[in-house]
């Protein structure tokens, strides 16, 4: 079936070092969604892209969707302890159902 | 604008009871969903409605898990009866048309469920 897979699936960091999420499909995607969730919160959503090779900035976070539109990444730059969390792709299939890749929890130390 | 209203927030059952979950969604909004997450693991969608219609149940186990949404509005989501796997976070998220493809969806604070 249809697959989203997310690496890592943990991140320990230093505060200000650099952190990066992967996502890959199985199949290609029609758009893909970056969620955050924060320990016992639900998820948030942050971002949305569309088109093949797109790239959108929201402060210190680099989002980017592959040419191919089966692949993604996340970038945060100068980690703070705030970004703690779980961050989510959800890549959206040509039915239309939303599918969440497994998550990369990020843990930053002060 | 007030967000996606779930209840209750916790709940404890002992395995082979009932339970029902209760979501709100953003008001206005046609679609309304629910997603199972368990420990460590991404959102699963259960059951998609848009207004008052089932657009995709295909995950939903429908010898144990119901969900109706009769007015278009509100929502609620049974398991009868449990078993110790359903122990997770539902989570209930809505979003304004959902079939389109660039739509947002908004999720509540979630029920967690833990059966013993």
């Known amino acids: 079936g249809q697959q989203v897979m997310q690496i890592p699936q943990y991140q320990h960091v230093q505060e200000g070092e650099d952190f990066t999420t992967y996502c890959n499909s199985s199949?290609?995607?029609?758009?893909i969604q970056w969620y955050k969730q924060r320990p016992g919160g639900h998820p948030v959503f942050l971002i949305q892209?569309?088109?093949?090779?797109e790239v959108k900035k929201q402060k210190r976070l680099t989002f980017q969707f592959g040419e191919a539109k089966k692949n993604s990444s996340l970038h945060i730059t100068a980690t703070q302890t705030t970004d703690v969390g779980t961050y989510f792709c959800?890549?959206?299939?040509?039915?239309?159902?939303?599918?969440f890749g497994q998550g990369t929890t990020l843990q930053v130390k002060p | 604008e007030a967000g996606v209203a779930q209840s209750p927030r916790y709940k404890i059952i002992e395995k082979r009871q009932s339970v029902a979950f209760w979501c709100n969604p953003i008001?206005?909004?046609?679609?309304l969903y629910w997603y199972q997450q368990i420990l460590g693991q991404g959102p699963k969608l259960l059951i998609q409605?848009?207004?008052?219609?089932?657009?995709?149940d295909s995950q939903l186990p429908k010898d144990r898990f119901s969900a109706e949404r009769l007015k278009g509005v509100d929502s609620t989501l049974k398991i009868q009866p449990a078993k110790l796997e359903d122990s997770a976070v539902y989570l209930c998220?809505?979003?304004?048309?959902?079939?389109?493809?660039?739509?947002?969806?908004?999720f509540g604070p979630g029920t967690r469920l833990t059966v013993l």
């Open positions: 998220a809505s979003s304004l048309e959902g079939v389109r493809a660039r739509d947002t969806q908004y």
């Open positions: 199949t290609t995607l029609s758009n």
């Open positions: 892209l569309v088109k093949s090779g």
């Open positions: 959800a890549g959206r299939v040509w039915t239309g159902k939303l599918i």
């Open positions: 008001s206005g909004h046609a679609t």
């Open positions: 409605f848009q207004n008052n219609g089932v657009v995709d």
